[in-house]
């Protein structure tokens, strides 16, 4: 359980937090201050806020406990990065800058039309929605363990507060919060390392010698095999995230109109995913840490295990597997292991994961449902003091919707997993829409709409169908579900593409 100092620790962190983020309400007293922060940001803190909004507690969580019930084959993900980078910096950073708006699917309607233009923003708020639900939860696995506080009440207070200081400091409050919690968060990363790796009773060569038996540090298997997690299907599921992620996430697209000029947005990209390697890489190496540690220390062990089937099945004959304990380790060491005060700072690295990733959420949510659906479909421009009112209601109409959500998903088995699927499922159909317009001259409303509907349907079969009792086995997708974005995406292209080229040389 917490001790005194910890919880004094946690709770300085959040108040101080909040109150940095209040004190930009003097500057955000309009929608453009709100949304883009004036414009007039610099690229280091830019690009740390793109970092610490990778870095959410899903990879504080979730990414050990990859590495603790397996080895390193999540960590290509990070890898396909540096690709993704090099493609937006090339290409998407200069397109959305020239573009003078700060939407980035207002550009979809002008080029297919406002299905497609709806189509984008509903997964794209579906995705934001997810994302904070799976965020949250890691919170709530974490402080519950800690302090045995209920999840669900730990994620309705995680949601009030970052709703409140993300409602009203707006972007520049989010910038600069996701600059302090991102030094946090790597301070706090390190410091758990050491811990761990320290704490093994031969000292730190004793993890690197009985992971290296155990293959911990291996990236998986290199064949060309696309039903299984091999390394090849891990990178391209990351390239592709990672594009979309830089291509079409309203969030990132907000941030390079927060640069004060098109090689400081391009230096910000390039800033926060080469940091996001090194730093991911360090979580793995944490991961592997408490796997040793713990097989050097059976009985904390079974403490874990009893703990975890105590909430599942007491009666089980079989303990717990190392994936059904991987995401509940790290929490267990914080609360029986680390020194008072270490464990708040650790509790406070871990909120600080979450805070930099959920208010960013919640701003680019927020900006999406005044710009594509408000001053949209009223057909109009809008007052500042209209448009600061419908920012302001968004912002906590998603903060609401996303604190349900997590409550909600309380109960899922792996963070990491929960999440690279739902964002293989929302976001491959708009991928795959923003690359056809941006290559094909010759693709139409309509031929983009039948292109969606083929590739959701793809998504959908390589996403759902593995676990559909109802269609025969012969039917279901034997791919790797998270190539639901890679296969969804190309299908999308391609469909698309086929049926410019066919339209072309048989003109009606």
């Keep these: 359980m917490l001790q005194l100092a910890d919880l004094i620790v946690l709770t300085v962190y959040i108040i101080a937090v909040v109150a940095f983020g209040c004190w930009f309400v003097r500057k955000n007293q309009s929608s453009d201050a709100f949304m883009v922060a004036g414009g007039a940001l610099p690229a280091w803190a830019v690009g740390l806020s793109i970092f610490g909004t990778f870095l959410s507690s899903n990879t504080f969580l979730g990414v050990p406990g990859k590495a603790y019930a397996g080895n390193y084959n999540a960590f290509v993900f990070s890898l396909s990065l540096p690709v993704a980078a090099f493609l937006a910096t090339r290409f998407f950073v200069p397109f959305y800058r020239r573009s003078g708006s700060v939407s980035a699917y207002e550009h ?15 997964c794209y708020l579906l995705t934001q929605i997810a994302r904070m639900g799976t965020i949250m939860v890691g919170v709530s696995l974490v402080l519950h363990a800690l302090t045995g506080w209920d999840k669900a009440a730990i994620i309705l207070v995680s949601g009030v507060v970052i709703t409140a200081y993300t409602l009203l400091g707006g972007m520049e409050a989010v910038i600069w919060t996701d600059v302090v919690q991102s030094i946090v968060l790597m301070v706090g990363a390190v410091v758990l390392l050491l811990m761990l790796l320290f704490g093994m009773p031969e000292g730190p060569g004793q993890m690197v010698s009985m992971a290296t038996a155990e293959n911990k540090f291996s990236l998986g298997r290199w064949e060309l095999d696309w039903t299984s997690s091999t390394v090849w299907v891990v990178f391209l599921f990351g390239v592709f995230i990672n594009l979309g992620n830089f291509g079409i996430d309203q969030s990132f ?3 390079y109109h927060t640069a004060d000029s098109d090689r ?40 874990v295990q009893a703990s975890v ?18 995401d509940k380790v790290l929490p267990h060491f914080i609360a029986t292991k680390l020194p008072y005060g270490t464990a ?39 007052a500042e003091g209209e448009a600061m009112w419908v920012l302001r209601i968004a912002t906590v109409a998603v903060g609401v919707l996303g604190t349900g959500i997590a409550i909600w998903m309380a109960g ?9 699927t739902l964002q293989g499922v929302f976001a491959g159909g708009i991928l795959g829409l923003f690359l056809l317009g941006m290559i094909s001259k010759n693709a139409s409303g309509p031929i983009a709409a039948v292109a969606v509907a083929v590739g959701v349907l793809v998504i959908g079969w390589v996403s759902l169908s593995p676990e559909s009792q109802w269609l025969p086995e012969a039917y279901r997708s034997s791919l790797e579900p998270t190539l639901a974005i890679v296969v969804g995406t190309a299908s999308i292209f391609l469909v698309g593409m086929l049926l410019s080229v066919w339209r072309k040389t048989n003109p009606a």
Aim: glycine content about 6%.
């Design 309 to 326: 089937l105590a909430a599942a099945d007491p009666n089980a004959a079989e303990p717990p597997t190392a994936a059904q304990i991987g």
């Design 344 to 382: 708040g700072l650790l509790i406070a690295a871990i909120a600080a994961a979450a805070m930099s990733s959920i208010d960013t959420s919640l701003n680019s949510s927020a900006t999406i449902l005044l710009k594509d659906i408000y001053q949209r479909w009223i057909g109009r421009e809008v």
């Design 412 to 420: 899922v088995d792996s963070i990491l997993d929960a999440w690279w």
């Design 108 to 122: 979809l309607e002008k080029r297919f039309g406002v299905w497609a233009r709806m189509y984008a923003v509903i």
């Design 264 to 303: 400081a947005a391009g230096r910000a990209v390039w800033l926060g995913a080469l940091l996001y390697v090194p730093i991911s890489l360090v979580f793995f190496f944490i991961g592997t840490a408490a796997y040793t540690y713990y097989q050097t220390h059976p009985e904390l062990l079974q403490e």
């Design 253 to 255: 697209v907000q941030r």
